[in-house]
């Protein structure tokens, strides 16, 4: 059934500039409640799918030439992102971590910037610190001052206070230490689980991915080059050979 489709891209090409030609018709489907993860080197067009996807694209003078992208039934190409965050849909930015100047919390509030009532945004707040006990440790400081394993929990709490349906999430393990990225894997797969986020993901690190996520897509100049369950992916021998570094 696709009933359970909460995102279709489907066949996108996006023009940067207006010349320069980066995604060459990339379909694929995220389900309710699942972990999809985007994998591929450098500059396959992982980072440009999610910007597809959460309209950020004309800031970087890019835009969708073809195809649709659909969140539950609904064309999303011509909304705003904020419109997006109004219909759940929040990206976590790949190394756009926090305002540095501003404490944790205060990062955290920014992301309710939607929202009016009061203790809703208290009570999300306490449930951020609760699948994160190192950003409430870490809440009266500086973001500059944190580490940056701290940083990236502070942006994906962030766009949690947006109280999100659906994350996307650009290179979560970027520049972090194989602990820390575990660490920030397990906080995913808890939301997940008990919260029923859906996640995007973007991610080079493709043997971690494919630990935590429930299905994978890999790019390769712009296309989807292969696709299939995590666990199928992961026992792949092209994959091992190509991805995994071990052949
Ligand atoms: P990375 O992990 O390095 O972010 P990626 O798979 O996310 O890689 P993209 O960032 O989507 O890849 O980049 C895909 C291609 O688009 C690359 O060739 C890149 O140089 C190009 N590109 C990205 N952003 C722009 C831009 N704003 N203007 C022009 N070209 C761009």
Do not use: W
């Amino acid at each position: 059934s696709t009933s359970n489709i909460v995102l279709n891209v489907n066949g996108i090409e996006v023009i940067y500039n207006h010349v320069i030609l980066v995604l060459k018709g990339v379909s694929l489907q995220v389900p309710e409640g699942s972990i999809v993860a985007i994998l591929g080197g450098n500059g396959a067009g992982k980072t440009t799918t999610l910007r597809a996807v959460s309209n950020l694209l004309k800031g970087e003078r890019g835009a969708v030439t073809k195809g649709s992208i659909e969140l539950r039934g609904e064309r999303i190409e011509n909304l705003s992102p904020a419109d997006l965050v109004q219909r759940g849909v929040v990206q976590v930015m790949e190394g756009r971590h926090c305002f540095a100047h501003l404490t944790i919390e205060e990062n955290l509030l920014t992301g309710a910037y939607t929202r009016r009532n009061k203790a809703e945004i208290a009570a999300n707040l306490d449930k951020v610190y609760a699948y994160f006990p190192r950003l409430k440790q870490r809440r009266t400081s500086q973001a500059a001052y944190t580490s940056g394993g701290e940083q990236q929990m502070c942006a994906i709490g962030r766009a949690l206070m947006a109280n999100p349906s659906m994350v996307l999430l650009d290179e979560p393990s970027m520049g972090l230490a194989p602990q820390i990225v575990e660490e920030v894997f397990e906080i995913v797969k808890d939301l997940n689980a008990r919260e029923r986020v859906t996640f995007l993901l973007a991610e080079q690190n493709t043997s971690m991915a494919l630990r935590y996520s429930t299905y994978g897509y890999i790019m390769e100049s712009g296309r989807v080059v292969m696709d299939g369950p995590a666990a199928e992916l992961a026992t792949n021998e092209d994959v091992k050979e190509f991805y995994l570094g071990v052949g």
